[in-house]
């Protein structure tokens, strides 16, 4: 069985800090501020023959580039930016933008509302506090500028007006360009967060209904030794009476599978501990042929009127977590032993233990998403068992719900069984998928690592 602080850490919602992404977000936005400060530079410079003065500028768009480079240094440390370091993030951005203004005609520069994309990303990442006092640093800098630059000096001043315009209209255009990217960059990532969190809610549900489970199974196998034990006693003393009376002999049948019954009982009981020790020793790993071998052995002595076909000789392979492998074969089997029943001689399971990598499993549907739609750990190789009955099969409403919670079928089954396969089959970093045709059978496939 698996314990409960594994379901739990399951859970858990392994994402990047998203104060990593806003610095990312931030880092491309500068990149797009340089290069179109240097454009603006060389057109003005090459083809409008603006005298501006190179040297400062082109330092302060080196400045740029240098605090962009600590930006970059910045992400690659764990620990995640605070909002106060997010704001002299962009305070450093509209101090060089005011600098790089005021060596080129101050308010009177058309491109003076690129302070906009700066307030935009501030709106979108600080707390309105931070938000609020960088919006009045741009505010600041905006007014100081209407008093103190250094003049433009434009040869053809009839084309004055012309070249004003012109540059209102590229600055409009470049400031319109780098907020919707911004902005819809910042909007997609907090949707992204939020569908994570979903997830994450979901995945926390299922743990919790799983836990309240294993509480009530562990509640029930300690119930259950005093009156298996007590059935264990009569059952001996049947046993004695039987030997000294010839004429209970007729019984000896009936006592024969209630003494099987009863050994099944206190093994799947004694499995219980010794399941719980293993997972605390991390001993839960071996061979997958002799341990699948054993347990289809165990299980034909519980269903011996089920016709059960193997193919599971697949040498050399190993893989880790048997205990959860086995609670879900298990269920599987049970389900499909169940789903042959009424066909008497005629039922038959079937169960194939292939490599996923062979191209010979089929697509089958997921049964659920939030459940059964972890992918196997990438880099390792990974194989498939897979049981398929000639049974009844599961009607389409059902199976959509299989694996969410407890149901209600037809065939007097609740439906836990498959939902702790669902959930252990996630823990494990596998995949379980179902797909089922009414009258025609049910195919389950377990997609698991090997190690």
Same mark, same amino acid.
């Given at each position: 069985?698996? *314990?409960? *602080? %594994?379901?739990?850490?399951?859970?858990?919602?392994?994402?990047?800090?998203?104060?990593?992404? /806003?610095?990312?977000?931030?880092?491309? /936005?500068?990149?797009?501020?340089?290069?179109?400060?240097?454009?603006?530079?060389?057109?003005?410079?090459?083809?409008?023959?603006?005298?501006?003065?190179?040297?400062?500028?082109?330092?302060?768009?080196?400045?740029?580039?240098?605090?962009?480079?600590?930006?970059?240094?910045?992400?690659?440390?764990?620990?995640?930016?605070?909002?106060?370091?997010?704001?002299?993030?962009?305070?450093?951005?509209?101090?060089?933008?005011?600098?790089?203004?005021?060596?080129?005609?101050?308010?009177?520069?058309?491109?003076? *509302?690129?302070?906009?994309?700066?307030?935009?990303?501030?709106?979108?990442?600080? %707390?309105?506090?931070?938000?609020?006092?960088?919006?009045?640093?741009?505010?600041?800098?905006?007014?100081?500028?209407?008093?103190?630059?250094?003049?433009?000096?434009?040869?053809?001043?009839?084309?004055?007006?012309?070249?004003?315009?012109?540059?209102?209209?590229?600055?409009?255009?470049?400031?319109?360009?780098?907020?919707?990217?911004?902005?819809?960059?910042?909007?997609?990532?907090?949707?992204?967060?939020?569908?994570?969190?979903?997830?994450?809610?979901?995945?926390?549900?299922?743990?919790?209904?799983?836990?309240?489970?294993?509480?009530?199974?562990?509640?029930?196998?300690?119930?259950?030794?005093?009156?298996?034990?007590?059935?264990?006693?009569?059952?001996?003393?049947?046993?004695?009476?039987?030997?000294?009376?010839?004429?209970?002999?007729?019984?000896?049948?009936?006592?024969?599978?209630?003494?099987?019954?009863?050994?099944?009982?206190?093994?799947?009981?004694?499995?219980?501990?010794?399941?719980?020790?293993?997972?605390?020793?991390?001993?839960?790993?071996?061979?997958?042929?002799?341990?699948?071998?054993?347990?289809?052995?165990?299980?034909?002595?519980?269903?011996?009127?089920?016709?059960?076909?193997?193919?599971?000789?697949?040498?050399?392979?190993?893989?880790?977590?048997?205990?959860?492998?086995?609670?879900?074969?298990?269920?599987?089997?049970?389900?499909?032993?169940?789903?042959?029943?009424?066909?008497?001689?005629?039922?038959?399971?079937?169960?194939?233990?292939?490599?996923?990598?062979?191209?010979?499993?089929?697509?089958?549907?997921?049964?659920?998403?939030?459940?059964?739609?972890?992918?196997?750990?990438?880099?390792?190789?990974?194989?498939?068992?897979?049981?398929?009955?000639?049974?009844?099969?599961?009607?389409?409403?059902? /199976?959509?719900?299989?694996?969410?919670?407890?149901?209600?079928?037809?065939?007097?089954?609740?439906?836990?069984?498959?939902?702790?396969?669902?959930?252990?089959?996630?823990?494990?970093?596998?995949?379980?998928?179902?797909?089922?045709?009414?009258?025609?059978?049910?195919?389950?496939?377990?997609?698991?690592?090997?190690?």
């Amino acid at each position: 069985m698996n *314990s409960p *602080s %594994s379901f739990l850490a399951a859970a858990s919602l392994p994402a990047d800090p998203p104060q990593h992404l /806003l610095l990312s977000r931030l880092f491309w /936005l500068r990149w797009a501020m340089v290069a179109g400060e240097l454009l603006v530079l060389a057109g003005a410079h090459i083809w409008l023959h603006i005298a501006l003065p190179m040297s400062p500028l082109l330092a302060l768009i080196l400045l740029q580039l240098l605090i962009n480079g600590g930006t970059w240094l910045r992400m690659r440390r764990a620990r995640p930016a605070e909002q106060g370091e997010l704001f002299m993030q962009l305070w450093l951005d509209v101090a060089v933008l005011t600098a790089l203004l005021y060596f080129s005609g101050g308010s009177t520069n058309p491109f003076v *509302s690129f302070y906009l994309p700066a307030l935009a990303a501030g709106a979108a990442t600080l %707390s309105w506090p931070y938000a609020l006092l960088l919006a009045l640093c741009a505010l600041g800098g905006y007014s100081g500028l209407v008093y103190f630059y250094e003049p433009l000096h434009i040869h053809d001043h009839g084309q004055a007006m012309a070249y004003h315009l012109a540059g209102m209209w590229i600055n409009f255009t470049i400031s319109a360009l780098l907020i919707t990217w911004f902005v819809s960059r910042i909007a997609a990532a907090v949707r992204s967060r939020d569908r994570q969190l979903g997830q994450a809610r979901e995945r926390q549900l299922q743990s919790h209904r799983i836990l309240a489970l294993g509480t009530q199974a562990a509640g029930a196998a300690h119930a259950l030794n005093t009156p298996l034990s007590t059935v264990a006693v009569i059952a001996g003393e049947l046993r004695r009476e039987m030997a000294d009376n010839p004429a209970l002999s007729v019984y000896d049948e009936d006592l024969r599978i209630v003494e099987e019954q009863i050994a099944v009982c206190k093994a799947a009981l004694e499995s219980m501990r010794l399941d719980a020790d293993a997972q605390l020793r991390n001993e839960d790993s071996a061979a997958i042929t002799p341990w699948l071998t054993s347990l289809l052995e165990g299980w034909r002595l519980r269903h011996p009127a089920v016709l059960l076909v193997a193919e599971v000789h697949q040498p050399g392979w190993v893989a880790s977590q048997l205990q959860d492998l086995s609670q879900i074969l298990l269920t599987l089997l049970d389900n499909a032993a169940h789903a042959v029943r009424g066909r008497g001689h005629q039922g038959e399971i079937r169960l194939r233990l292939i490599s996923a990598d062979a191209g010979d499993a089929t697509k089958l549907s997921e049964a659920p998403s939030s459940l059964g739609g972890a992918s196997a750990r990438s880099g390792k190789k990974t194989a498939i068992i897979e049981v398929s009955d000639n049974g009844s099969g599961i009607a389409p409403e059902l /199976l959509q719900r299989l694996g969410h919670g407890p149901v209600v079928s037809s065939s007097g089954g609740s439906g836990i069984g498959l939902m702790l396969a669902f959930a252990s089959a996630t823990h494990l970093g596998g995949k379980l998928r179902l797909r089922s045709v009414p009258g025609e059978g049910t195919v389950a496939q377990l997609r698991f690592p090997l190690r």
